[in-house]
T-cell receptor, first 111, second 115 residues
Framework: QQPVQSPQAVILREGEDAVINCSSSKALYSVHWYRQKHGEAPVFLMILLKGGEQKGHEKISASFNEKKQQSSLYLTASQLSYSGTYFCGTESADSNYQLIWGAGTKLIIKP | NAGVTQTPKFRVLKTGQSMTLLCAQDMNHEYMYWYRQDPGMGLRLIHYSVGEGTTAKGEVPDGYNVSRLKKQNFLLGLESAAPSQTSVYFC??????????????FGPGTRLLVL
């Protein structure tokens, strides 16, 4: 079952912060985050493994709440280069060693 | 290091025609994947391979076949194309599987239009 991403789209001014959520109805082993710019391939951002850890990548960080079966991606002081569509991919016990991807969150950063 | 490459970049087919999409990676990765991406639906796994000579079905395998005769190549075949197979196809590879926490590296994609 596809994880639910929210919001579907968000428009920010450069320098503002954003939070993108990824929720599943299943117990998760891991959550993978990718960014895709228009017409390009998805690019890896980070993986959150079971254990509730928080990871960071420049001004982008993420958390994983196993109890809530949810992960959140935090973009701080957004830059124009952060524009794109963000996807989460989830791994659970019955996903048969596959990532199940959310529908994506479109992020538009305006100067 | 080219990473993951895909050929062709764009193709138009008529219903019923066949074609093969080629994916190549030069990172010595064991795992390779074929996804399709449709508007508003994210990525869906078609087939994947955990090593040379092995393949397995993903979420949406019907109408597609794959082969992994060499470690660096993963071929996706459409035997009889249908308009529902109009999509963008991405190949990806990873060093380890999900249990190893390996990221997937994606190719640039192939846009396929079936008329």
């Amino acid at each position: 079952q596809q994880p639910v991403q929210s919001p579907q789209a968000v428009i920010l001014r450069e320098g503002e912060d954003a939070v993108i959520n990824c929720s599943s109805s299943k117990a998760l082993y891991s959550v993978h985050w990718y960014r895709q710019k228009h017409g390009e391939a998805p690019v890896f951002l980070m993986i959150l493994l079971k254990g509730g850890e928080q990871k960071g990548h420049e001004k982008i960080s993420a958390s994983f709440n196993e109890k809530k079966q949810q992960s959140s991606l935090y973009l701080t002081a957004s830059q124009l280069s952060y524009s794109g569509t963000y996807f989460c991919g989830t791994e659970s016990a019955d996903s048969n060693y596959q990532l199940i991807w959310g529908a994506g969150t479109k992020l538009i950063i305006k100067p | 290091n080219a990473g993951v490459t895909q050929t062709p970049k764009f193709r138009v087919l008529k219903t019923g025609q066949s074609m093969t999409l080629l994916c190549a990676q030069d990172m010595n990765h064991e795992y390779m994947y074929w996804y399709r991406q449709d508007p508003g639906m994210g990525l869906r796994l078609i087939h994947y391979s955990v090593g040379e000579g092995t393949t397995a079905k993903g979420e949406v395998p019907d109408g597609y076949n794959v082969s992994r005769l060499k470690k660096q190549n993963f071929l996706l075949g459409l035997e009889s194309a249908a308009p529902s197979q109009t999509s963008v196809y991405f190949c990806a590879s990873s060093y380890l599987g999900l249990a190893g926490g390996s990221p997937q590296y994606f190719g640039p994609g192939t846009r396929l239009l079936v008329l």
